[in-house]
């Protein structure tokens, strides 16, 4: 998105301040919801392991595919080290950020979908609707200016496809 462009989005959330709010709370609160999403995901599968409920094989894939996918999503944009948004002369953030490159994928977003594909072999319901706020943080990501559309598309992509994968077979 170039400057010109993203300044409609500044000027309409700017005029609206609770609108603002709600855009800076919902990048604070969502990662937080994806983190305890995670690890309620690893209680409900050490209980389930140790009533016989769920296999340990299972327990296994839900700590070491989210970490590949981690680990492989954060490797990939050191490699491409794309640039951010902001990083254009003229272009304003509404979320005041200081990173430089490192912007494809959003990790925020990988993240997000790889602990909801987490969830499919247990609650496919809960996978549903993480995967729903997912795409609701990738939206937050880039008004907020953080991220390009394809950087949020891209982490949900990588995070829910490797992630589904890994979980799956």
Avoid: N
């Avoid at 993203?6 to 959330?13: E, G």
């Avoid at 809960?126 to 706020?133: D, R």
């Avoid at 880039?142 to 991220?147: K, T």
């Amino acid at each position: 998105m170039r400057p010109q462009q993203y300044r409609k989005v500044y000027d309409w959330f700017t005029a609206r301040p609770a609108a603002l709010r709600a855009l800076r709370l919902t990048g604070r609160a969502l990662p937080v919801l994806f983190a305890g999403a995670y690890l309620a995901l690893l209680g409900l599968l050490a209980a389930g392991t140790a009533a016989g409920v769920y296999p340990m094989r299972l327990a296994v894939r839900a700590v070491l595919v989210p970490g590949a996918v981690f680990g492989g999503g954060s490797a990939l944009r050191a490699a491409l080290d794309r640039p951010r948004p902001y990083q254009q002369p003229g272009f304003v953030p509404l979320l005041p950020k200081e990173t430089q490159g490192k912007s494809f994928p959003s990790r925020h977003v990988l993240s997000g979908a790889v602990i909801a594909a987490a969830w499919l072999p247990v609650s496919p319901a809960a996978a549903g609707l993480l995967a729903a706020l997912t795409a609701a943080l990738g939206v937050q990501r880039v008004l907020a200016g953080v991220h390009t559309p394809a950087d949020a598309a891209a982490g949900a992509l990588l995070g829910f496809g490797l992630g589904a994968l890994g979980m799956l077979l």
